[in-house]
């Protein structure tokens, strides 16, 4: 049997990369004529105002190079779809406004590119495994081939968050949060690790013009990468992903899950690599922030000193929907610490996470673990952030009664926080936004 072929290229703009890339391996070797075709970018998040999307989003340089290509392959039906996070329920368009902000219409305009927000579109319930079942997007079910555009980037619950994760953006509400289920069997590597079973066939074209160190979001560590992983083959891009990020795709135990599904090797033994060699661009980027031996502080905040209070760290059963909050709590405590220890405090996150019997406070975020806590006996105080997404008011008067005074529109504030972090990248002319534009 033939091998499977990723590339690995340089990029370089205004140089038709992308085209170079697909042609090398033929990564559109499965279009077919006349096709449906759907392009899924990776927009994680979109807000108003300026915030860092480097490492975060799809750079639209590259997907504007994919529409060029596929139009000059005749493809005259292309649907650009994605379900960006949306953390507020009332919060409407945000998806048309993330494709207005990133130079989408004028796709539209120029080469009659449609654009579906995930949101605003219907799911279809299908079984992913036997008894197991989610919801999603008919434009990706409805489609004859998907050019899926991940950013390349790590992640703090699976290691990497490449094609393969990408494909969540695919999914309802209801359906990302299932797969974040407090099965330590039916984990969140094992639900992502079922998605390639329900595609069209499909091409992947990972995006690392720039790539992120302890992603998803903008408040990881963003690099000027310069490249772009192709192939016809999603596992195959994924695991040279990986690689490129300085991973074993055999340690990341969902491409492990999808390998075995597909009666494949999970290292790189069937993987023919054209173009640039793996060890010649990996740089290992970490994946999540460290925590102490114990897993009850990050380590910079017990450097700082922090005695008297644990923040559990999170695991897999942590939807989107409470970790940008934890987020926040972090920063808040280490941000407040004036050198008084707490008095025995507990953070606990997630769908599966007991009180400590000895502890004064035990703080329960997220509804989940509310309701998982409902009738647990311990000798301290419960506090309860209940909602979900948790709601604000109840995180501030959480952290009240710690000593911590904060307005709960900190919580939901989120163009504050991207202007906070865009702070680091002045004066970086690296950091190009012109990338996040068409011209």
Same mark, same amino acid.
């Given at each position: 049997?033939?091998?499977?072929?990723?590339?690995?290229?340089? &990029?370089?703009?205004?140089?038709?990369?992308?085209?170079?890339?697909?042609?090398?391996?033929?990564?559109?070797?499965?279009?077919?004529?006349? #096709?449906?075709?759907?392009?899924?970018?990776?927009?994680?998040?979109?807000?108003?105002?300026? =915030?860092?999307?480097?490492?975060?989003?799809?750079?639209?340089?590259?997907?504007?190079?994919?529409?060029?290509?596929?139009?000059?392959?005749?493809?005259?039906?292309?649907?650009?779809?994605?379900?960006?996070?949306?953390?507020?329920?009332?919060?409407?368009?945000?998806?048309?406004?993330?494709?207005?902000?990133?130079?989408?219409?004028?796709?539209?305009?120029? =080469?009659?590119?449609?654009?579906?927000?995930?949101?605003?579109?219907?799911?279809?319930?299908?079984?992913?495994?036997? @008894?197991?079942?989610?919801?999603?997007?008919?434009?990706?079910?409805?489609?004859?081939?998907?050019?899926?555009?991940?950013?390349?980037?790590?992640? #703090?619950?699976?290691?990497?968050?490449? @094609?393969?994760?990408?494909?969540?953006?695919?999914?309802?509400?209801?359906?990302?949060?299932?797969?974040?289920?407090?099965?330590?069997?039916?984990?969140?590597?094992?639900?992502?690790?079922?998605?390639?079973?329900? !595609?069209?066939?499909?091409?992947?074209?990972?995006?690392?013009?720039?790539?992120?160190?302890?992603?998803?979001?903008?408040?990881?560590?963003?690099?000027?990468?310069?490249?772009?992983?192709?192939?016809?083959?999603?596992?195959?891009?994924?695991?040279?992903?990986?690689?490129? !990020?300085?991973?074993?795709?055999?340690?990341?135990? =969902?491409?492990?899950?999808?390998?075995?599904?597909?009666?494949?090797?999970?290292?790189?033994?069937?993987?023919?690599?054209?173009?640039?060699?793996?060890?010649?661009?990996? #740089?290992?980027?970490?994946?999540?922030?460290?925590?102490?031996?114990?897993?009850?502080?990050?380590?910079?905040?017990?450097?700082?000193?922090?005695?008297?209070?644990?923040?559990?760290?999170?695991?897999?059963?942590?939807?989107? =929907?409470?970790?940008? !909050?934890?987020?926040?709590?972090?920063?808040?405590?280490?941000?407040?610490?004036?050198?008084?220890?707490?008095?025995?405090?507990?953070?606990?996150?997630?769908?599966?996470?007991?009180?400590?019997?000895?502890?004064?406070?035990?703080? !329960?975020?997220?509804?989940?673990?509310? #309701?998982?806590?409902?009738?647990?006996?311990?000798?301290?105080?419960?506090?309860?952030?209940?909602?979900?997404?948790?709601?604000?008011?109840?995180?501030?008067?959480?952290?009240?009664?710690?000593?911590?005074?904060?307005?709960?529109?900190?919580?939901?504030? &989120?163009?504050?926080?991207?202007? &906070? &972090?865009?702070?680091?990248?002045?004066?970086?002319?690296?950091?190009?936004?012109?990338?996040?534009?068409?011209?």
């Amino acid at each position: 049997m033939n091998n499977i072929k990723v590339a690995i290229h340089k &990029f370089e703009k205004n140089s038709e990369t992308v085209k170079k890339a697909v042609k090398s391996v033929n990564a559109f070797e499965y279009l077919p004529l006349n #096709a449906k075709v759907v392009i899924k970018p990776n927009i994680v998040v979109w807000l108003d105002t300026p =915030y860092p999307k480097w490492g975060v989003i799809t750079t639209s340089t590259i997907m504007e190079e994919v529409v060029i290509l596929l139009k000059e392959y005749g493809v005259n039906d292309i649907t650009i779809a994605e379900g960006s996070l949306q953390m507020d329920p009332m919060q409407k368009n945000i998806g048309q406004k993330s494709f207005e902000g990133l130079g989408y219409h004028k796709l539209k305009k120029r =080469y009659g590119v449609k654009l579906a927000d995930a949101w605003e579109r219907p799911f279809q319930k299908i079984e992913i495994a036997d @008894g197991l079942s989610l919801k999603l997007s008919t434009d990706l079910l409805d489609s004859d081939f998907l050019v899926n555009v991940p950013v390349l980037k790590t992640h #703090a619950q699976v290691k990497v968050s490449l @094609g393969i994760k990408n494909l969540k953006g695919f999914l309802n509400v209801g359906s990302r949060k299932k797969c974040h289920s407090a099965d330590h069997k039916k984990d969140l590597g094992y639900m992502i690790s079922r998605l390639p079973n329900l !595609l069209p066939p499909s091409a992947t074209i990972i995006d690392g013009v720039y790539t992120m160190e302890r992603g998803p979001s903008f408040d990881g560590k963003p690099r000027r990468s310069d490249l772009v992983i192709v192939s016809s083959n999603l596992l195959a891009a994924d695991m040279v992903g990986a690689s490129v !990020l300085g991973h074993d795709p055999c340690d990341i135990p =969902y491409l492990v899950k999808a390998a075995a599904d597909q009666g494949v090797s999970s290292d790189l033994c069937d993987i023919d690599i054209l173009g640039e060699k793996i060890e010649d661009v990996a #740089a290992f980027h970490k994946y999540t922030f460290s925590y102490n031996k114990e897993n009850t502080l990050p380590k910079s905040m017990e450097k700082m000193g922090i005695k008297g209070l644990a923040f559990h760290k999170f695991d897999t059963s942590l939807c989107t =929907y409470c970790s940008a !909050l934890v987020g926040k709590l972090l920063t808040i405590i280490a941000m407040s610490y004036k050198g008084e220890p707490f008095d025995d405090v507990e953070f606990l996150t997630g769908k599966r996470m007991r009180p400590c019997k000895d502890a004064k406070k035990s703080i !329960l975020v997220g509804q989940c673990l509310c #309701a998982l806590n409902k009738n647990h006996e311990v000798s301290g105080e419960i506090v309860k952030i209940k909602g979900c997404p948790p709601d604000p008011g109840q995180a501030a008067r959480a952290l009240k009664g710690i000593g911590i005074d904060i307005d709960p529109s900190f919580f939901t504030n &989120f163009e504050m926080e991207g202007a &906070f &972090f865009m702070k680091r990248f002045e004066n970086k002319p690296e950091f190009d936004e012109s990338y996040y534009t068409i011209t």
